[in-house]
């Protein structure tokens, strides 16, 4: 009688637990299941971006979905007004408008830090004398962005 009750309760067993094996499988296949494509900044900061084109405009659409305050402008007055407010952190610009970033932000009391993009890799190299912090057009994902940027704003703290 005790080998019959052993023997039905591991058949049971057996049975019921084949149905364990199928849980939460379809989340460990390689490009299947759960996927975190967007970033987060953990220390939104506030961000100026300067530049016209469709590169300009995505990154700053990009920094904005991460949690950013982001705004955009396109010429040297806006980016003038906007500086002159002092409402912001991070200036992201091309490194050849680097004279124009440090003219508008040496006269301010809370200048914000002026981090270049270079267009190639000579410019990274000549930027790079001058900036702790350059970014490279081609080659920097928006990981590298938010990651120079929560530095920047770790450091301002």
């Known amino acids: 009688m005790k080998i019959r009750y052993v023997f039905l309760a591991s058949l049971a067993t057996t049975l019921v637990a084949g149905n364990v094996f199928a849980c939460a499988d379809t989340l460990y296949r390689v490009g299947k299941g759960v996927s975190y494509r967007v970033y987060t900044a953990p220390l939104p900061g506030s961000v100026l971006v300067y530049g016209d084109g469709e590169g300009a405009e995505q990154l700053a659409r990009e920094l904005a979905r991460s949690g950013h305050g982001v705004r955009l402008v396109s010429n040297d007055k806006e980016l003038l007004a906007e500086i002159g407010s002092g409402d912001y952190d991070v200036v992201i610009a091309a490194y050849n408008e680097h004279s124009a970033i440090e ?44 990651k120079a940027i929560h530095k920047t704003l770790k450091q301002r703290s």
């Open 103 to 146: 003219s508008t932000t040496t006269n301010a009391s809370n200048a914000p830090t002026f981090l270049p993009v270079a267009l190639n890799s000579e410019e990274e190299a000549q930027a790079s004398q001058q900036y702790e912090r350059v970014m490279r057009a081609e080659k920097d994902e928006i990981k590298h962005y938010l």
